[in-house]
């Protein structure tokens, strides 16, 4: 993962845009969990969304570090 991406001459942080691709990515799944009924396994929701949410953004963060 680098610093920073200029997108039109402007700086952004790359974990802000990871952010924002993890929050689709994560509204895409509990839609797909909410259609396929997993939910009714779980006690909590939002801790689900909450823990799926984390989950993207890291391996999200994994897949674009510095390659060694």
Request: aromatic fraction near 8%; hydrophobic fraction near 60%.
């Given at each position: 993962m680098t610093g920073e991406i200029s997108i039109g001459?402007?700086?952004?942080p790359t974990i802000l845009l990871l952010t924002v691709a993890a929050l689709l990515l994560t509204g895409l799944l509990t839609r797909l969990f909410a259609f396929v009924g997993i939910y009714r396994l779980v006690a909590y929701r939002p801790l689900v969304d909450l823990a799926l949410f984390i989950l993207i953004l890291g391996l999200l963060a994994l897949l674009t570090g510095p390659s060694a």
């Amino acid at each position: 993962m680098t610093g920073e991406i200029s997108i039109g001459g402007v700086y952004l942080p790359t974990i802000l845009l990871l952010t924002v691709a993890a929050l689709l990515l994560t509204g895409l799944l509990t839609r797909l969990f909410a259609f396929v009924g997993i939910y009714r396994l779980v006690a909590y929701r939002p801790l689900v969304d909450l823990a799926l949410f984390i989950l993207i953004l890291g391996l999200l963060a994994l897949l674009t570090g510095p390659s060694a």
